[in-house]
Structure formats: C-alpha cells, structure tokens
C-alpha cells in the first residue's frame, strides 16, 4: 500500500513538470508528417509513417524515462523530503520501489498517449484505398469509402502499434530500473549519461558481440570488455521487432506475439534483477 501511494504521488508530481507538452510536440509533428506524405500510394504512405513514427516514441520515450528517473530519488534527498518521508511507518524498499512505479507509470501514460495519436492518425490513413487500387476504384473510393474494408485495415494497423508499443514500454521499463538505481551513486547529469550510454550499446549488441568474437594478437582487451558488456548490458535490440510492424505480410516462423511476449517477460525480469540490487544499496545507503 505505501508503495502504490509513494508511486502515485510521484506519477502526479511528473505530470505537473509539463511533460505532456512532449506529448502535444509530438501529436503536431505526427500530424503534420501525415498531411506531408499524400505524394505516396497507401501502402509507401503507411509504411514510412509507421516506421518514423515509432522511432520517435522509441527515441521520446527513452528521453522521458531517462529525464525522470534520474531525478526521482536526488530531488527528494535535495529537498530533504526523504527524511520526512522515512521517519514514518515506511521501509526503504518501498520508498525505492514507488518511486520507480511512479516513472514506470510517467513512461507509460506518455507512451500511451503517442500510442493513442499514432493509431488514430494511421486509422484515418487506412481510409485510402489499399495499394494495386486501379484508378476506377480510387475514383470510387473518393466518392464512398469502403467502410468494411477501411475498418479492417485500420484494425490491423491499431493492433500493429499495440504490439510495438508495448514491447517499447517494457523495454523503456528496464531504462527506468537502471537509471533509478544509478541515481544512488551518480549524480543526474552524469546518471543520464550513463543510462544513455546503456541503452545505445544494448541497442547495438549485435556489434558488441562481434567485437566479443574477435581475436586479434596483441589486442584482447576488446574482446573482453565486448564480452562483459554483452552479458551484463540487456540485449535492447532484441526489442527491435520494427520489420514486422512496417511489413506483417513478410512470412516468418516465428508467432509476432508471442515473441513480443517474450521479450517483454525478459524486460520485467531483467528490471526485477536491476531493482533488486538497487534495493539492497539503498537499504545500505547512508541519508
């Protein structure tokens, strides 16, 4: 109970930090790109707007999860509060825990929200007529749109997002884990950049792991730092499951959604592991 009410304290106080003006940002830039790609067919239309706007939310969401939780716990040693906070009937961990809840939460409501505009924008896409069209039928299309089939291909591009953003949110939940738990040793500015740093090597594992495979005379220390990054940093590009949102008719073995299940289990369990050690430091932390 103490933990949900410290998260949802934390989650009101990000709000009021205006960072739903990202949101509004946002929204605008997709909007606009929109009405900037009516030179393409439906298909190109659709392809390069899923695929950019997704980036963004990656990009965004990483910036707003990094940006608040570097400041969760530091602010409130700055401002004393923590003392006024722990004198009370509360343990540290969960102090340690809603704080991250409390991100978790600010992650997630803005993911949500770009989630939300993103589907509404590419709903309003699907309208166009679907890609081989022949000039008759977009002739007919402009005069009554095809509602049943405007419906399915809207349908099919909501759920496209809803399965990429949810693999984004978890993997932006371990971002989350990691700079809450460096911001007991490191200072904001610096905290930043050391999660920043995490994310774009773990985004990048698949050159890390072949500089752990190289094996050149004279010159082992890359490998070797390669390999500790590559099993200590989390594998973000295994979150990357962006070819099969932009083109799902590419047939491929694997279920989308029980891989995007996957690697969503692995961020909840990969931030448990990081939460866990910062819980035990925090516990241990002199106030």
């Known amino acids: 109970m103490n933990t949900w009410v410290i998260a949802r304290n934390t989650f009101g106080d990000a709000l009021r930090k205006r960072v739903l003006l990202i949101f509004l940002l946002l929204a605008f830039v997709m909007l606009t790109l929109a009405l900037l790609l009516n030179y393409f067919t439906a298909r190109e239309q659709s392809t390069i707007f899923k695929s950019t706007q997704l980036v963004i939310i990656l990009i965004f969401g990483a910036l707003i999860s990094i940006t608040t939780a570097v400041f969760l716990i530091p602010n409130e040693i700055e401002r004393r509060t923590i003392y006024s906070v722990l004198s009370k009937p509360i343990q540290r961990w969960e102090f340690f825990l809603g704080k991250f809840l409390g991100g978790a939460l600010t992650v997630g409501f803005m993911v949500g929200l770009m989630s939300i505009a993103l589907m509404l924008v590419l709903f309003v896409l699907a309208a166009k007529p679907p890609t081989g069209a022949t000039v008759e039928m977009a002739q007919n299309t402009a005069q009554s749109v095809d ?14 997002v809803l399965r990429g ?30 999660t920043a740093f995490i994310w774009i090597v773990g985004s990048l594992q698949w050159l890390v792991a072949a500089l752990a495979h190289q094996n050149k005379q004279g010159f082992v220390l890359i490998p070797l730092l390669a390999n500790g990054f590559y099993y200590l940093v989390p ?13 799902p008719e590419v047939p491929v073995a694997v279920n989308h959604w029980a891989y995007a299940g996957m690697v969503s289990v692995y961020g909840v369990l990969y931030a448990g592991l990081v939460l866990l050690a910062g819980t035990l430091a925090f516990d241990r932390k002199e106030l």
């Open 235 to 247: 594998h973000f590009h295994d979150f990357n499951i962006m070819g099969s949102i932009v083109h």
């Open 165 to 194: 953003t949810v693999v984004i949110y978890f993997q932006l939940v371990i971002v989350t884990a990691i700079a809450t738990t460096l911001s007991l040793f490191l200072t904001p500015t610096v905290n930043f950049s050391v």
């Open 147 to 160: 509602i049943k089939g405007w419906m399915s291909r809207g349908l099919n591009d909501i759920l496209l």
